[in-house]
């Protein structure tokens, strides 16, 4: 069942359930940030509506600064402003941010320890028609592998925007991953979130198998729970800050379930699957699945093509839940 | 504030100092850039004792000038002028590149904080130096007392991130920004023009909207006078070019790339130090 103490949307089953981007709880957070903070300045690479920046740029038109098209100029600008005592948060899509200036981000903002908030948007193959170019799958890989850095997938638009207001005040970098589409919504206002804690998004007294999901995908995770609940009792981590690694959560599961799934819409290789392999291999080894993309580049379709294309559908999770309980 | 000759020639003989301060430093290290740090001594040492806002015992008083080096493998001088600055003891200067060292290789602020930044990798310092003027004119306007000195090599404007910041600060009218362009023709592979062309280099700046000043980089006068002249610029962002001499001071060493990224050893380094001790001859060493 539904964690009675984290005040989950109660239409979360429904067929109306309310959906909106992540992208949009972002520029959001960030106008909301900007009210309560005037060190609070924004930047962005030409994609200020896309990224929903356009929010805190009509508000403070003052403390917004448009790069044009160089994310490099962008990451290594914000940290230079961030030395003078301001929290920058840039924003472009995350295929060129942390994409393609992933070096300067390493050196001119984590290296050189400066507090620049990083807001990556249509990442995941659910960009859609798009196609390849643009879905970044490799971006939780390349970040949280930098030291100083915070990585943090919101699962829905409610939690991207109190992850963009908890952001300001870590004093360090951070990036924020987030998508494109609209998809459901799955917390309230009232859900408690904080950096770094991993919550129960759904419980089972006995569970045969943990699913540990990150963004969007968590929602087909609860999904599978629900639609297998009879038959199997399955328990749901919501891992949005995959770095630092809620461990104690990661472990109590495992020990918990004996069997540990994870699902993210990113590269199975080095992404929240790899974080979770990593603390489980050290400290309490189970036998584990991962949905994720194989190895692939994306390509052309409606984000549902694709997301059951590359294996990210219930009926894959529903698949490899079946396939664990053999193990 | 202009200079005097008296004021002349006391800047050439610390200039003189920081130079002996650098063979030290690089024979001790048996690695580190040798061309770069010496051709841009005389401007680092009219910077740190002559030109900026600073007070070396409060490093980060906030009322300070920034001085962002880009091109961060020239840092011997950097540690150099801020020891005889006063910033740490100069004896500090034989540590550097060793294990445990404040003065790493390359500039990290983890070790050493009153660095404005850690760099390293080329092409990356006009952009945060373009992001200190951008908050300090939100702060408190473009004519702000504070202002805000960008270092770079001439290598490093092969990278496309030093246009884009170059772009970014002609459309922002910085005028509290100042990048000093060590123009000594050399770079790791060879000579610039040879490498990657780099000329017509002025009529570059001068498309993005930038005041040009072009200086010989070892003429204390011209040198001053540029970054006073810059003060006076307030619609735009300046770059000073400053034609150098790779290696300057040290006659074996001028002109020549190969000097770019290595040490001297400890029979050059003697006879570097011979020549910059007596000023190429012209006083007996020991005076």
């Given at each position: 069942?539904?964690?009675?103490?984290?005040?989950?949307?109660?239409?979360?089953?429904?067929?109306?359930?309310?959906?909106?981007?992540?992208?949009?709880?972002?520029?959001?957070?960030?106008?909301?940030?900007?009210?309560?903070?005037?060190?609070?300045?924004?930047?962005?690479?030409?994609?200020?509506?896309?990224?929903?920046?356009?929010?805190?740029?009509?508000?403070?038109?003052?403390?917004?600064?448009?790069?044009?098209?160089?994310?490099?100029?962008?990451?290594?600008?914000?940290?230079?402003?961030?030395?003078?005592?301001?929290?920058?948060?840039?924003?472009?899509?995350?295929?060129?941010?942390?994409?393609?200036?992933?070096?300067?981000?390493?050196?001119?903002?984590?290296?050189?320890?400066?507090?620049?908030?990083?807001?990556?948007?249509?990442?995941?193959?659910?960009?859609?028609?798009?196609?390849?170019?643009?879905?970044?799958?490799?971006?939780?890989?390349?970040?949280?592998?930098?030291?100083?850095?915070?990585?943090?997938?919101?699962?829905?638009?409610?939690?991207?925007?109190?992850?963009?207001?908890?952001?300001?005040?870590?004093?360090?970098?951070?990036?924020?991953?987030?998508?494109?589409?609209?998809?459901?919504?799955?917390?309230?206002?009232?859900?408690?979130?904080?950096?770094?804690?991993?919550?129960?998004?759904?419980?089972?007294?006995?569970?045969?198998?943990?699913?540990?999901?990150?963004?969007?995908?968590?929602?087909?995770?609860?999904?599978?729970?629900?639609?297998?609940?009879?038959?199997?009792?399955?328990?749901?981590?919501?891992?949005?800050?995959?770095?630092?690694?809620?461990?104690?959560?990661?472990?109590?599961?495992?020990?918990?379930?004996?069997?540990?799934?994870?699902?993210?819409?990113?590269?199975?290789?080095?992404?929240?699957?790899?974080?979770?392999?990593?603390?489980?291999?050290?400290?309490?080894?189970?036998?584990?699945?991962?949905?994720?993309?194989?190895?692939?580049?994306?390509?052309?379709?409606?984000?549902?093509?694709?997301?059951?294309?590359?294996?990210?559908?219930?009926?894959?999770?529903?698949?490899?839940?079946?396939?664990?309980?053999?193990? | 504030?202009?200079?005097?000759?008296?004021?002349?020639?006391?800047?050439?003989?610390?200039?003189?100092?920081?130079?002996?301060?650098?063979?030290?430093?690089?024979?001790?290290?048996?690695?580190?850039?040798?061309?770069?740090?010496?051709?841009?001594?005389?401007?680092?040492?009219?910077?740190?004792?002559?030109?900026?806002?600073?007070?070396?015992?409060?490093?980060?008083?906030?009322?300070?000038?920034?001085?962002?080096?880009?091109?961060?493998?020239?840092?011997?001088?950097?540690?150099?002028?801020?020891?005889?600055?006063?910033?740490f003891p100069v004896a500090e200067l034989k540590t550097l590149r060793q294990f445990g060292s404040r003065l790493q290789g390359h500039p990290h602020r983890d070790f050493l904080p009153m660095l404005e930044t850690s760099s390293g990798p080329l092409g990356s310092g006009l952009s945060q130096a373009v992001g200190m003027a951008l908050a300090d004119a939100m702060d408190v306007g473009t004519k702000s007392a504070r202002r805000i000195y960008a270092l770079l090599s001439d290598g490093e404007l092969e990278c496309g991130q030093t246009w884009e910041a170059a772009m970014l600060a002609g459309k922002n009218n910085l005028a509290n920004l100042v990048a000093v362009v060590d123009r000594n023709n050399i770079q790791i592979d060879g000579y610039t023009e040879e490498v990657m062309p780099l000329e017509p280099l002025s009529d570059k700046w001068r498309a993005w909207n930038w005041h040009v000043i072009e200086i010989d980089g070892h003429n204390m006068e011209e040198i001053t006078d540029a970054f006073e002249k810059a003060k006076a610029v307030l619609e735009n962002p300046t770059v000073i070019i400053a034609h150098t001499v790779a290696g300057?001071?040290?006659?074996?060493?001028?002109?020549?790339?190969?000097?770019?990224?290595?040490?001297?050893?400890?029979?050059?380094?003697?006879?570097?130090?011979?020549?910059?001790?007596?000023?190429?001859?012209?006083?007996?060493?020991?005076?």
């Open positions: 069942m539904l964690n009675p103490d984290l005040k989950l949307n109660k239409k979360l089953f429904d067929k109306d359930v309310e959906h909106a981007p992540i992208r949009k709880g972002f520029g959001e957070g960030l106008l909301l940030a900007g009210e309560n903070n005037p060190q609070v300045v924004g930047l962005c690479a030409d994609l200020t509506e896309s990224t929903h920046m356009n929010l805190f740029r009509d508000k403070f038109p003052n403390r917004f600064i448009q790069v044009g098209v160089a994310e490099q100029n962008l990451a290594s600008v914000a940290s230079g402003m961030a030395s003078m005592g301001k929290i920058p948060f840039i924003s472009s899509y995350a295929m060129f941010s942390p994409g393609r200036n992933w070096e300067q981000i390493r050196t001119t903002i984590c290296y050189n320890n400066r507090p620049v908030k990083i807001a990556g948007s249509h990442a995941g193959v659910s960009v859609g028609p798009d196609g390849g170019t643009h879905q970044a799958i490799e971006d939780i890989a390349i970040t949280r592998v930098i030291p100083r850095m915070i990585v943090i997938s919101p699962c829905d638009t409610l939690e991207a925007q109190r992850a963009t207001i908890a952001s300001v005040e870590t004093g360090t970098p951070v990036y924020l991953r987030l998508a494109r589409e609209k998809t459901p919504i799955m917390t309230t206002k009232e859900t408690p979130f904080e950096i770094g804690k991993a919550q129960t998004f759904w419980q089972s007294d006995n569970p045969q198998v943990g699913i540990i999901a990150t963004g969007a995908l968590l929602y087909k995770a609860l999904e599978t729970a629900k639609k297998l609940e009879d038959e199997i009792s399955i328990e749901v981590l919501n891992l949005s800050t995959i770095k630092p690694l809620d461990e104690d959560a990661i472990i109590k599961l495992a020990k918990k379930a004996g069997r540990i799934i994870t699902i993210e819409e990113h590269q199975i290789a080095g992404g929240m699957g790899s974080a979770v392999a990593e603390c489980l291999a050290r400290n309490y080894p189970v036998p584990m699945e991962f949905v994720g993309v194989h190895d692939q580049f994306g390509q052309s379709g409606t984000p549902d093509e694709l997301i059951e294309h590359y294996g990210m559908g219930t009926n894959s999770i529903i698949t490899t839940v079946r396939r664990i309980l053999k193990r | 504030m202009y200079l005097t000759d008296e004021r002349n020639i006391e800047l050439q003989e610390i200039a003189n100092k920081i130079r002996v301060s650098i063979i030290d430093a690089l024979v001790r290290a048996g690695s580190g850039h040798t061309a770069g740090s010496l051709d841009m001594t005389d401007i680092f040492t009219a910077l740190y004792f002559h030109t900026l806002r600073h007070r070396p015992e409060e490093p980060h008083w906030s009322e300070r000038d920034r001085l962002v080096l880009s091109n961060g493998h020239i840092c011997p001088v950097l540690y150099a002028a801020m020891a005889h600055a006063g910033y300057k001071g040290v006659p074996g060493f001028e002109r020549d790339y190969r000097w770019h990224g290595k040490p001297p050893n400890k029979e050059e380094a003697s006879k570097a130090l011979g020549e910059l001790r007596t000023l190429g001859g012209k006083i007996k060493q020991g005076e």
